[in-house]
């Protein structure tokens, strides 16, 4: 019954920005790594971001400086501030999270349906 829901995706100009979300439910033990992928009409997914539960963040070179991470552990609840978009970005946002429930303590890779996101030129 965990749940990952994405949103905030959308259509905008190249330049722009736009604010994702992601927000985790259900019983939830413990939320670790939590990550942002995107994948690229005809590409492979892959690595966006990640934000650790003590706030440690890391970025894949292709957005590092136009893209912040950011996570609220009370709302189990992770961002991605997109800045300065390029046609280059458009994707569907996926959001993961690595996820221990009261009914297996393990953590487990947990998907969102993900939100699309769409820069035009």
């Known amino acids: 019954q965990v749940q990952l829901v994405e949103s905030g995706g959308g259509l905008v100009q190249a330049g722009g920005s736009l604010r994702l979300s992601c927000v985790a439910s259900g019983t939830i033990f413990s939320v670790n790594m939590m990550r942002w992928y995107r994948q690229a009409p005809g590409k492979q997914r892959e690595w966006v971001a990640y934000?650790?539960?003590?706030?440690?963040?890391d970025y894949a070179a292709s957005v590092k400086g136009r893209f912040i991470i950011s996570r609220e552990n009370a709302k189990k609840t992770v961002y991605l501030e997109m800045n300065s978009l390029k046609p280059e970005d458009t994707a569907v946002y996926y959001c993961?999270?690595?996820?221990?429930?009261?009914?297996?303590?393990?953590?487990?890779?947990?998907w969102g349906q993900g939100t699309l996101v769409t820069v035009s030129s």
């Open positions: 934000a650790e539960i003590d706030g440690s963040t």
């Open positions: 993961n999270a690595e996820i221990a429930t009261y009914a297996d303590y393990r953590y487990l890779d947990f």
